[in-house]
């Protein structure tokens, strides 16, 4: 479930278009980027994975290959899921409502510096510096709300790969029919894991 928190990170810097001094902080227009991860993540963090924008319901798709399946983020309500498609089922991530909510709208409440401007996988950004509850650091964000590179001042953090801009099939966004829900943390309470309560 991890693997959602560099997605989450990319969608803060880049959450719905705000004041016309702030960067549109989530993607305008429907998009698939690639990113690679940076700097010294752990050993259960992938090193890329692919975020998929449905931009006019504010979803996200993520997926890398060292998940079972892919997860599907809400903007607008901060609700994250895993589907696994190879057994029907899909389960709640492990972290907190307000945890969620509070980062797919980091970039909405950061403060931000315009810092010149910069490439990466072939399209312009803004560069702009960033502070939010103590931690600093950089993102470069398109003109239609897109993070092409993000990190904290230790160098971690994402940065995109390939970029390509065109319409998302709205299926690819919705939890098939059919699938159980099954949320994993009670379940692993009620053997006696002790996972924390959402």
């Given at each position: 479930?991890?693997s959602?928190l560099p997605?989450?990170?990319?969608?803060?810097?880049a959450?719905?278009?705000?004041?016309?001094s702030r960067?549109?902080t989530?993607?305008?227009?429907?998009?698939a980027?690639?990113?690679s991860v940076?700097?010294?993540?752990?050993p259960?963090?992938?090193?890329e994975?692919a975020?998929?924008v449905?931009?006019?319901e504010?979803?996200?798709?993520?997926?890398?290959?060292?998940?079972?399946g892919?997860g599907?983020?809400d903007r607008r309500?901060g609700r994250?899921?895993?589907?696994?498609?190879?057994?029907?089922m899909?389960?709640?991530?492990?972290?907190?409502?307000?945890?969620a909510?509070r980062?797919?709208?980091?970039?909405e409440?950061?403060r931000?510096?315009?810092?010149g401007?910069a490439?990466?996988?072939?399209?312009?950004?803004t560069?702009?510096?960033?502070e939010?509850?103590g931690?600093?650091?950089?993102?470069?964000i398109?003109?239609d709300?897109v993070?092409?590179?993000?990190?904290n001042?230790r160098?971690?953090?994402?940065?995109a790969?390939?970029?390509a801009?065109?319409r998302?099939d709205?299926?690819?966004?919705?939890?098939?029919?059919?699938?159980r829900?099954?949320d994993?943390g009670?379940m692993?309470r009620?053997?006696?894991?002790g996972?924390?309560?959402?």
């Open positions: 479930m991890r959602l997605a989450l990170i990319l969608s803060l810097a959450g719905g278009a705000l004041a016309q960067p549109a989530f993607p305008t227009r429907d998009v980027v690639t990113y940076l700097g010294n993540a752990s259960q963090t992938p090193r994975f975020v998929a449905l931009a006019s504010g979803l996200l798709r993520v997926e890398t290959p060292s998940l079972p892919w599907l983020a309500t994250m899921e895993m589907v696994m498609d190879s057994m029907r899909v389960t709640p991530s492990p972290l907190k409502q307000e945890e909510t980062y797919l709208r980091m970039a409440t950061a931000l510096t315009r810092a401007t490439s990466q996988a072939g399209q312009s950004c560069n702009y510096r960033w939010q509850q931690q600093r650091g950089t993102a470069c398109t003109a709300g993070l092409l590179r993000g990190v001042d160098g971690e953090g994402v940065e790969t390939r970029v801009y065109g998302q709205p299926s690819r966004f919705r939890v098939p029919e059919g699938y829900r099954v994993l009670d692993a009620s053997l006696g894991l996972l924390p309560r959402r």
